[in-house]
């Protein structure tokens, strides 16, 4: 087993920006002696001095000691010229995103450094392969994407080239764990994971907005309350800007050679035309500047709680998300009756609630309507996942054209007694958190299939990079690799696409009932 590189050694960082300085402080507050470079020497001058400040405010929070401090200060060197990085044993390079001009970088370090020298590249979306092609030990150079801001993310993604050393991989990925990081494996493929994995997020929520199904604030107020996640897709993009999330979008469709998994938004491709950036423009899909108002989400009024609800159970068919709903229902005070369906009568395969004559399902990716016309059940509502039935605050709902007003509140107003704020979605397939997850562990089931990635690192990459509430496959476990199946199945009849053609991993999972873990 590898391990990693000895404290005290030479780390060079090349580039003093955001990136490379904060690479600069975690890696000389791991022990590491860090020579910094960059062609603007003052820039180098001001970085470190800046990283001596962050010591010393971590100081006045008890979070380092001043003896550490100043140690970790000592340990940063700045140096003028690329040939004084000659004693490193890692040197880690955090310039621009140009394959020509890192090629030039590298080809200078290979000139510069020692035969065990290994070079890595915090890329974050150029092929370590092509980067490393023209080296004369290609085999040394290796991919050690850090997240922004490196200090407080702990992700890193350590990426092999095909000419990559196993050897060097390993090195570097404990030598990222020695510094305090979460490291994970991944083969040199567009997008590595997260960036790669994370697009469904956009997508889906773009989607979403592009159909009317919700307004961005309420969608975001669904992902986030619902969904569990820290951040709506919307408001995750103007925090980005649109310029770079359209441009990294656009980057992987054409790396994949136009898979429409990867399809850029025409809506968001608008937002870029319009100087709609985000934040760094003051508009995005939210105002913002000191007279913008809060844009609120939409919320059911109240309604009446209903007097009762009963289930009626498939006994050939379970849903594992069912069963925590049935949970909440009856800690809001309800003894929820339980009837198998009728023979003979036309019903749905899964589970269901019934209140008022409302007939209330987990969405499966149809729309509520298509449901209500297979089912033969015109008050049929459906719900929208949730990540924790037990505590979640928001939840989504949605009901078929031909529902009642009477039933579809009915369903409301249990929901609401429940202790959820309920929002109506239009009537679309899939809903906003049930398809955006089932989108995610399809990407990354296929990521798996791939061998880009094993499962529990790309579960790892989207927590730690992202800061997903839960790994997709992890996700996928919980909700059930059926029921992931069949919504994407739905999604795909639904709008004719390969965009959400079912990964052969989790087809194979199916078959073989296995999940993802245990």
Request: aromatic content about 6%; hydrophobic content about 45%; glycine content about 8%.
């Amino acid at each position: 087993m590898a391990q990693a590189l000895e404290k005290g050694s030479v780390v060079a960082v090349i580039g003093s920006g955001a990136m490379g300085s904060g690479i600069a402080q975690v890696a000389a507050a791991a022990g590491y002696q860090v020579k910094l470079f960059d062609t603007r020497t003052d820039a180098v001058a001001k970085a470190i001095a800046d990283i001596n400040k962050v010591y010393g405010k971590l100081v006045e929070k008890g979070r380092m000691s001043v003896d550490d401090a100043a140690a970790a200060g000592a340990r940063l060197h700045k140096v003028s010229d690329i040939h004084e990085v000659g004693d490193a044993a890692l040197v880690v390079e955090a310039i621009v995103e140009n394959l020509d001009v890192k090629r030039m970088l590298f080809a200078d370090l290979e000139r510069a450094v020692g035969d065990e020298c290994i070079l890595a590249t915090n890329t974050s979306s150029i092929s370590v392969t092509a980067i490393a092609a023209k080296l004369r030990r290609p085999e040394r150079l290796v991919g050690m994407h850090f997240f922004n801001p490196v200090p407080l993310m702990a992700l890193v993604e350590v990426i092999s080239g095909l000419a990559t050393s196993q050897e060097v991989a390993d090195t570097v990925f404990a030598t990222a764990a020695a510094w305090g990081k979460n490291p994970v494996h991944a083969k040199s493929t567009p997008g590595f994971i997260v960036n790669r994995v994370a697009r469904p997020f956009y997508a889906e929520g773009l989607r979403l907005l592009s159909e009317q199904a919700a307004d961005p604030a309420t969608l975001d107020a669904v992902m986030r309350e619902a969904g569990g996640f820290r951040m709506g897709p919307f408001e995750l993009m103007d925090l980005i800007g649109h310029d770079v999330n359209f441009s990294v979008t656009q980057s992987v469709f054409n790396a994949y050679f136009g898979d429409p998994r990867f399809m850029p938004s025409v809506l968001q491709q608008e937002m870029v035309n319009a100087g709609f950036l985000g934040r760094k423009s003051g508009r995005g899909f939210y105002q913002y500047g000191d007279d913008a108002a809060k844009a609120l989400p939409r919320t059911e009024a109240e309604q009446p709680r209903p007097a009762a609800v009963g289930i009626s159970i498939s006994l050939d068919m379970s849903n594992p998300v069912t069963a925590p709903m049935e949970q909440r229902f009856t800690a809001a005070g309800y003894t929820v009756t339980h009837r198998e369906p009728q023979p003979g009568v036309a019903h749905s395969e899964a589970p269901g609630f019934h209140c008022n004559g409302a007939a209330i399902f987990l969405t499966d990716g149809r729309t509520a309507t298509e449901r209500a016309a297979a089912d033969m059940h015109p008050n049929t509502v459906l719900y929208d996942l949730v990540l924790d039935p037990a505590n979640a605050t928001r939840i989504a709902l949605a009901c078929a054209d031909q529902c009642s007003d009477a039933a579809y509140e009915s369903a409301v107003g249990l929901f609401q007694a429940a202790g959820f704020a309920v929002t109506r979605l239009n009537d679309v397939p899939g809903m906003a958190v049930m398809r955006t997850v089932a989108m995610l562990a399809n990407e990354a089931a296929e990521a798996v299939n791939q061998g880009v990635c094993s499962a529990e690192a790309v579960d790892i990459a989207m927590q730690k990079g992202v800061n997903y509430p839960r790994g997709p496959l992890a996700w996928a476990d919980s909700v059930g690799i059926t029921h992931i199946v069949t919504v994407l199945g739905n999604l795909a009849a639904s709008y004719g696409e390969d965009r959400y053609r079912v990964s052969p991993l989790l087809r194979r999972k199916l078959a073989s009932g296995a999940n993802f873990y245990g």
